[in-house]
Nanobody, 125 residues
């Protein structure tokens, strides 16, 4: 069964840090672009960060998280990570890991065809 499973979410204080992980199984993902999305009732779903397959040489970040979030991947572990620093209340959302199967790098939502179940991150003051 092909799946993505997120972990590491929870409650964190404003200004704090959190790392979320995503482990892929069922097929190789090393050549696929991987992304972290987030969704809230008001903003809908948005891409937060993306990292290319085949060497991780390309990354992309949403402007509001640049300098605070870092995406990385460890293909030996079939894992992708999102390190979040200086968290703000507006970072509160359900975060999803996703794979753009067959695409080395993409920042287009529609390219991401395989999704994790989502994990809640709540930033409180």
């Amino acid at each position: 069964q092909v799946q993505l499973v997120e972990s590491g979410g929870g409650l964190v204080q404003t200004g704090g840090s959190l790392t979320v992980s995503c482990v892929a199984s069922g097929r190789p993902f090393s050549t696929d672009s991987m992304g972290w999305f987030r969704q809230t009732p008001t903003k809908g779903r948005e891409l937060v960060a993306a990292i290319s397959g085949l060497g991780s040489d390309l990354t992309w970040y949403r402007g509001s998280v640049k300098g605070r979030f870092t995406i990385s991947r460890d293909d030996a572990k079939s894992a992708v990570y999102l390190v979040m620093n200086s968290l703000k209340s507006e970072d509160t959302a359900v975060y999803y890991c996703a794979a753009a199967v067959g695409r080395r790098f993409s920042t287009t939502d529609a390219a991401y065809t395989l999704w994790g179940q989502g994990i809640q991150i709540t930033v409180v003051s």
